[in-house]
């Protein structure tokens, strides 16, 4: 594999020469190349402020619930370090996309409580959810603001450069984690992976356990969210519902997607939400997610 485009860090120091094959021995001069790695409590940053913040989203009322279970998850925020370079990566990205930093927020939460309730059966553990999460889409800080916020479909060229954001990610935080990197490093390569080998950008069937979690948070906050591509966004229901044809389809873990209907279920019991049966809530109208100009058919995979 390979990056287009020259990739440098965010103090500027050139990581990746453009055409550069990028295999493990790269990857190893990468890693060791950041110097001493200081480690800094997240929760004396505003990024803590802007995470807790999340958890007043009216979109995901009927999932972060009850308030006991969303400050057992701020617990596990305030104990959060992270390398301090990669809180200056955050703090450009809050600047240059603020919709995939909120985005990075958001589904770091979701991920927790999912694992907070899949802890003992799958062994979860939240706090590596919420680390996991946080730089999935960090390599979006490089792709083009005029592609990643395109009000059309995009073309096969936008695609194909879109789908680097795994690995522009997956080099970002080998240098910023140096040794530490393995785990975190994942979540970015693979949150587009699917168990059905649908996913890119390897197209493998087995993946690591947390990036498959951010794989399903993330397609679920990509369709309720507004977005420049489409007039208006899924319902809850409606996403859910399309997440759980996804798992039909066996691209994600059913036992992951029925933990989100039983949460929208206990919060609101006479809702119709019902697993795999007709009358489901409708695509928006205009919605152009996950299409390619020329209109080819429905991909549901995220950007
Ligand atoms: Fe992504
Ligand atoms: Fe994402």
């Not at 619930?65 to 596990?76: A, D």
């Not at 706090?127 to 889409?137: E, I, K, P, T």
């Not at 794989?215 to 759980?244: C, Q």
């Amino acid at each position: 594999m390979h990056l287009e485009k020259n990739l440098y860090s965010i103090d500027k120091k050139l990581l990746v020469q453009a055409g550069t094959i990028i295999n493990i021995r790269t990857l190893k001069n990468i890693a060791g190349s950041s110097g001493k790695i200081r480690y800094v409590p997240i929760k004396n940053t505003p990024i803590f402020t802007d995470w807790i913040h999340t958890f007043k989203d009216k979109r995901y009322s009927d999932i972060l619930y009850p308030h006991e279970i969303n400050l057992k998850i701020i617990s596990y925020i305030r104990r959060i370090k992270m390398p301090d370079k990669i809180l200056t990566e955050l703090a450009y990205m809050k600047e240059v996309s603020p919709y995939t930093y909120n985005h990075s927020l958001t589904i770091a939460v979701l991920a927790a409580k999912i694992a907070l309730d899949h802890s003992l059966k799958n062994k979860y553990a939240p706090d590596m959810a919420l680390r996991m999460s946080l730089f999935h889409d960090l390599g979006k800080s490089r792709i083009p603001l005029s592609i990643l916020n395109k009000r059309s479909p995009i073309t096969i060229d936008e695609r194909r450069i879109i789908k680097t954001h795994p690995l522009i990610g997956y080099v970002l935080l080998h240098y910023y984690f140096g040794k530490d990197c393995k785990a975190v490093a994942f979540s970015s390569f693979q949150h587009h992976e699917r168990l059905d080998g649908s996913g890119y950008p390897l197209g493998i069937k087995r993946l690591n356990k947390y990036s498959h979690l951010i794989g399903i948070v993330d397609t679920l906050d990509a369709l309720i969210s507004e977005r420049p591509y489409r007039k208006s966004p899924f319902s809850l229901r409606a996403a859910i519902d399309l997440l759980l044809d996804e798992s039909e389809k066996g691209r994600f873990h059913k036992g992951l997607i029925h933990t989100l209907i039983r949460y929208a279920r206990k919060k609101r019991p006479g809702s119709k939400l019902v697993i795999a049966e007709r009358g489901r809530d409708k695509e928006p109208a205009g919605n152009s997610y996950g299409k390619t100009a020329p209109l080819t058919t429905r991909k549901i995979s995220g950007k």
